[in-house]
């Protein structure tokens, strides 16, 4: 028995070995595309499940700052409600204090001048 066969049969022949070939090939590679979508799937909908975390996160984190930022100003008007009745309290007690030190300095040097007059005379003669 002889195998005979011409250039378009060798031809067909191998086409058809390349396309069984390239078939063998592609179904692994269709294969590892699919558990590779599943992946993607799995990794967007755990992504998806931590930005809503994140997203939670922020929100809470956004109430408190506006917390704190109300704490904030709460305690800058605190302050300028102390400054002010500081300033009020120096205001009403400056005064009559200074006016008390005044006196008693004023007390202190008209008792001076007072004791110690030294008596002298009515004339130049010396006499009293």
Do not use: C, H
């Not at 300033?87 to 006016?99: A, H, R, T, Y």
């Amino acid at each position: 028995m002889t195998i005979s066969a011409n250039l378009y049969e060798i031809a067909v022949l191998l086409i058809a070995l390349a396309v069984l070939i390239f078939v063998l090939a592609l179904v692994p590679a269709l294969l590892q595309l699919k558990r590779t979508i599943k992946a993607v799937e799995d990794l967007t909908i755990e992504g998806k499940r931590t930005v809503e975390g994140v997203n939670f996160i922020v929100r809470k984190a956004g109430d408190q700052v506006e917390d704190v930022e109300e704490l904030v100003k709460k305690a800058k008007d605190l302050g300028m409600k102390v400054a002010g009745i500081a300033d009020m309290v120096v205001e009403n007690v400056k005064g009559p204090i200074i006016s008390g030190i005044s006196f008693l300095f004023g007390a202190e040097q008209g008792f001076k001048r007072f004791f110690s007059r030294e008596k002298k005379g009515g004339g130049e003669d010396g006499k009293q």
